[in-house]
Every structure is written in structure tokens, then in C-alpha cells.
């Protein structure tokens, strides 16, 4: 079975592939307008979400299929304390493909492991986020015609922005990209992107905490929300939550041709004021969204009988993953799966949190 639960899950070809498709619908989206009829997916959402999951419905509307689901958690059977692994495999009886966003790392990948439909990945915690991903690629494609060589600045929450981490994986993929950090100290990149994304593909890469340092530099900036949800602690929240916002003073100092991105909501981390300057990019994200998951979900059901690679990681009883975020703290009897990674360390299969 196909599925979409990061973006290594696609190759630089297929993802090119969706890239041109998605050109193709834009230009005539009639040639699409009955492709999946009579097919349904399920948006199964177990956390907020406004874009994503109209997206993905309005998406499969357009493609003349159908569309079931919840949009939280507490209206389906997890309330009653029903598996992830469990409800993939009740879904899988109604639904022809399931978009899945869920608070714990791994939930996608542990549904697509139980499920007999195309799991599409919309969000597993602060992990990954591969179809926002796409719309991130579209958006820089479309403007800039090529990744690259590219400068990219991703500004805010890089910790728990999981848009971020499946950006950075995707982009390690082309050539002479470089890719500048700004956060707060609290608020670093994880070391699993850092170390088996930007240090395992010897990408050149920057760390600051100033934006007004490195806004000049940048092709593309990237910003992004701090994840209140995430945060264990209010008060770091509320410390930290105004840590960067972009307004047209600091965008004096970029190049005229930068575009600027966010996965949105945005919260205060960029001046509406922004909105009118042509290189204010995001709404148009929205759209590139749509027409991103349009393609994927006709690539994914057009291939859904294609086997996907087993994973190489290791069973090891004698180690446990400790990350409050990750699906092995609730799924019962999941094996203890890990994977060594480029620095030695064994990471857990799920979240990719170290031992
Ligand atoms: C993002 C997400 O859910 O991770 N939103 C989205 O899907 N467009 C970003 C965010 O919530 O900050």
C-alpha cells in the first residue's frame, strides 16, 4: 500500500512528478473534474485544523469524489480509548483514502501500518507535515522556477514547527541550498533534522537569533507560528510567543525578489501590513495546497497496489522511547523499533527522538 507519511516516502522524481501535475491542474482543472468519482477519503483530524483538512476535502471535491470524517478527536471513538491502529482499520472499511492529523508523533505511519487504504500523513505532533510540505515546494517553484542554489530562512518556532522539519527534509535534496536558522535558544531546530537532514547531506547551514541580521540573505523566508500546544510550560509560552515579527520595516532590508512563506494560521508573527507587499506569499500557499493534494491524492490511488519498502529499523527490546509526544505512549503492544543514525545514536522509528 502507498502512502505519504514523510516526504522521503516520495522520490525527488515523484515529487517533481506532483510539482508538474499540479501545474497541469492549475492550467485545466476540467481534465480533472471527475477523476476520483465515486472515490471517498476520510479526514480523520484529531487536532485543529482549518487549511489542511478543507484542503484535502475541497481537494477530492474537485476531483469529483466524496468526502467522511471528523474534524476532533473527542467526536470519534478515541474518546472511548479506540487504537489509532484500530481506527485505520475500521476507516479502511468506508473510505477509499485517508488523510490523518493527529497530536502524537508516528500516529501516521502506526495507521498506515494497520490501515488497507493510502494513509496521507496531515500532521503526526511536532514531527512531520509532508503534504504541507508539497505546497511549501510549489509555492517556491512557482516563483522561483528551481530550488536550487537557494537561501532559505526558517524564522520562529523551529523546535516544534513540524512544517519546518519536512521542509528541510525535502529541500535536502537539491543542490547548494543553504538554510538559515533564526529562533530563540529555546526554540533550536531538533537534533534529529539537524543531524540526519543538515549534517548528514553536509547542507550549509547558519544559526542566529536575529532576523534583522539575515533577512538581507534570504531568497525565501519562512515563517512560522509558535506552537503554543506544544509548550509544557505557559509561562515559557507566553515569554517567548512574541519572540519575532516581521513588518514592513525589517522587509526594507530583504531583496526585492524574496518571497515570503508561512504554513499559516498566523497568530502575530507577521504584520498584516505585510499582506500587501507582492512578495507576501502565503495565501497563495493556501491555493498551491489544494492543488498539491489533488495530485498526490490521484498519484497515491492510481498506485495504491504498490508495495512500499519495509522499514530497515531494528527491534530492540532493551530500549524504550521516552518522548512524551510520540504514539508508543498510548498504542498499546507497539514493537520497540529504532534506527541508528548518523551520529551512532539510536533513534525511535516513530518520533525519531534519541534513547
Ligand atoms: C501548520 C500545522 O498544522 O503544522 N498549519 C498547517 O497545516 N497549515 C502550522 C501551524 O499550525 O502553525
Redesign the pocket.
Known amino acids: 500500500m502507498r502512502s505519504l507519511i514523510d516526504i522521503f516516502d516520495l522520490s525527488v522524481e515523484e515529487v517533481n512528478g506532483l510539482l508538474d501535475t499540479a501545474d497541469d491542474i492549475i492550467a485545466n482543472p476540467a481534465k480533472y473534474s471527475t477523476a476520483c468519482h465515486g472515490k471517498k477519503i476520510a479526514t480523520l483530524f484529531f487536532?485543529p485544523?482549518?487549511?489542511?483538512r478543507l484542503s484535502f476535502e475541497a481537494a477530492m471535491i474537485e476531483l469529483g469524489g466524496n468526502v467522511l470524517g471528523f474534524e476532533a478527536g473527542g467526536n470519534s471513538s478515541s474518546s472511548k480509548g479506540e487504537s489509532v491502529a484500530d481506527t485505520a482499520r475500521v476507516v479502511s472499511c468506508y473510505a477509499d483514502i485517508i488523510a490523518m492529523?493527529h497530536p502524537l508523533a508516528g500516529s501516521a505511519y502506526v495507521a498506515s501500518k494497520n490501515a488497507s487504504i493510502p494513509v496521507i500523513n496531515?500532521?503526526d505532533g511536532s514531527h512531520s507535515?509532508p503534504t504541507?510540505t508539497l505546497?511549501d515546494l510549489c509555492t517556491i517553484r512557482r516563483h522561483k522556477g528551481k530550488f536550487d542554489g537557494l537561501t532559505v530562512g526558517f524564522c520562529g518556532?523551529l523546535k516544534y514547527?513540524?512544517?519546518v522539519h519536512s521542509l528541510i527534509q525535502a529541500l535536502s535534496r537539491y543542490t547548494g541550498i543553504k538554510i538559515v536558522l533564526i529562533s530563540p535558544k529555546e526554540l533550536k531546530l531538533p537534533e534529529y533534522v539537524k543531524y540526519e537532514t543538515i549534517k548528514a547531506n553536509g547542507m550549509e547551514y547558519y544559526e542566529t537569533e536575529s532576523m534583522t541580521e539575515v533577512i538581507g540573505d534570504l531568497d525565501v523566508l519562512y515563517m512560522?507560528?509558535i506552537?503554543h500546544e506544544r509548550f509544557a510550560s505557559e509561562e515559557e509560552y507566553l515569554r517567548l510567543k512574541d519572540s519575532y515579527v516581521l513588518d514592513m520595516a525589517k522587509m526594507e532590508g530583504a531583496k526585492s525578489d524574496l518571497i515570503v512563506l508561512h504554513?499559516?494560521?498566523r497568530v502575530n508573527e507577521i504584520s498584516t501590513a505585510v499582506d500587501k507587499d507582492p512578495r507576501a506569499c502565503y495565501f497563495e500557499q493556501?491555493l498551491n495546497?489544494k492543488y498539491m493534494r489533488m495530485a498526490l491524492i490521484l498519484k497515491l490511488l492510481a498506485e495504491k497496489d504498490t508495495e512500499m519498502p519495509e522499514t530497515d529499523a531494528e527491534y530492540r527490546e532493551d530500549l524504550t522511547c521516552d518522548n512524551k509526544g510520540c504514539i508508543v505512549t498510548t498504542e498499546q503492544e507497539l514493537p520497540h523499533l529504532f534506527r541508528k543514525g548518523a551520529d551512532g545514536k539510536y533513534r525511535c522509528l516513530y518520533c525519531e527522538h534519541r534513547d
Request: charged residues 25%; hydrophobic residues 20%; glycine residues 8%.
Open positions: 487536532e485544523s482549518t487549511r489542511t492529523r496531515a500532521g507535515h504541507q505546497a518556532d514547527g513540524r512544517t512560522t507560528r506552537q504554513p499559516l494560521p493556501v495546497a
